[in-house]
């Protein structure tokens, strides 16, 4: 081989080593791109926080600006993709049906990431499952344009001119007071699930759309009040969940429906509604709502007036930071107003009283 070859096949690998060096570099500096997202993504599960907040030439202006776009495969439809609130408006399902791992590569999601605390994704089978988290409670606003869906974020408060918390006493493992083979948990479920068929007038797209945690309704003189409810299914919620749910919605209303019991648990003679209230509410808001609830009851139930009393002991009554009260229905313990508690028509008294009660004091 002569000097002149030998000389060109140096130029030559150092040509190659250049370009091999400005490939790496150019994987590296382009994360982000679809160039790099088939060398990450795609797999069975994983990450995609890392294309948040990231853009290339490729990404849109319109998608830079909302906080999360995914772009809709061929073959689907907008309605194809759908959200679904799995953790009291701060999780989110999102899933994408029929499609493989490789979308990830092929579309990798963008947007500016505002609120999203995580989003991952997993396949499970020919679906894509993405799960949103926010550090916050939010509503998923969604819009299409272009071949993309588009997810940004709407706090609650902005939804409703009132926000009310309703909790079902009790559920999962804590059955409350039982007597006669019935359980606590069970009455007040079914007397909440009453509540919400009778709020759920004038749902808000933000409340129909991802969820049925809360239900809403117009109220003339207030405007549109959402309801909100710790558990509408047997299923155990912590008094200190149940009570900063209140919190974290910054609720105007937090009531929580109970049975009583005799101290003993034994069958008595004993019955009547009575309510307990936040004593250390030092506006009286507590008590006042306390106060209404009782008149309600005995209106429409017809039931004995225990009337209402001082329930700083309770937690969620001594930490709510509005007004608060924890009605007691009747007594489990009595034979006659077990059977009228077990009662379809009774409940749907009890639960027209307590929303009678809501209303007056919004």
Not at 294 to 309: A, E, K, N, V
Not at 344 to 351: P, R
Request: charged residues 25%; neutral net charge.
């Amino acid at each position: 081989m002569g000097r002149t070859e030998r000389f060109a096949l140096r130029l030559l690998s150092l040509i190659l080593v250049i370009f091999s060096v400005a490939g790496i570099v150019l994987l590296w500096t382009k994360q982000g791109t679809n160039l790099m997202a088939r060398q990450r993504v795609d797999k069975k599960q994983g990450s995609l926080m890392s294309y948040l907040k990231q853009s290339d030439d490729n990404t849109s202006a319109i998608q830079k600006l909302h906080s999360l776009s995914l772009t809709i495969p061929a073959g689907h439809s907008n309605s194809d993709v759908t959200v679904k609130s799995t953790g009291m408006y701060t999780n989110y399902r999102i899933v994408i049906p029929d499609i493989s791992a490789s979308y990830f590569a092929d579309f990798p999601v963008s947007g500016n990431g505002h609120y999203i605390k995580d989003l991952t994704y997993v396949m499970e089978g020919k679906d894509a499952v993405l799960t949103l988290t926010t550090g916050e409670p939010l509503f998923i606003e969604r819009s299409v344009e272009q071949g993309y869906v588009f997810f940004d974020f709407k706090n609650p408060k902005n939804c409703f001119d009132r926000i009310v918390v309703i909790d079902a006493g009790h559920g999962g493992k804590d059955d409350g007071a039982t007597a006669g083979g019935v359980k606590e948990k069970d009455l007040t479920l079914s007397i909440v699930k009453k509540i919400r068929d009778l709020t759920d007038k004038n749902a808000v797209k933000e409340v129909g759309g991802y969820g049925n945690a809360m239900t809403s309704m117009k109220v003339d003189g207030v405007g549109t009040v959402g309801f909100l409810y710790t558990r509408l299914s047997d299923k155990t919620v912590s008094l200190k969940e149940r009570a900063n749910l209140a919190k974290t919605f910054d609720a105007d209303l937090f009531l929580s429906v109970h049975i009583n019991s005799t101290a003993s648990g034994r069958e008595s003679s004993i019955n009547g509604g009575q309510v307990l209230y936040r004593a250390g509410d030092k506006t009286g808001g507590s008590r006042k709502f306390a106060e209404q609830i009782m008149t309600c009851l005995r209106q429409q139930l017809g039931c004995r007036d225990r009337g209402t009393i001082a329930g700083d002991e309770i937690y969620i009554v001594r930490t709510a930071q509005m007004p608060v009260a924890l009605a007691e229905i009747g007594f489990i313990t009595n034979t006659s107003e077990r059977q009228k508690l077990t009662d379809d028509d009774y409940q749907k008294k009890a639960a027209s009283a307590l929303l009678e009660a809501v209303m007056e004091e919004l």
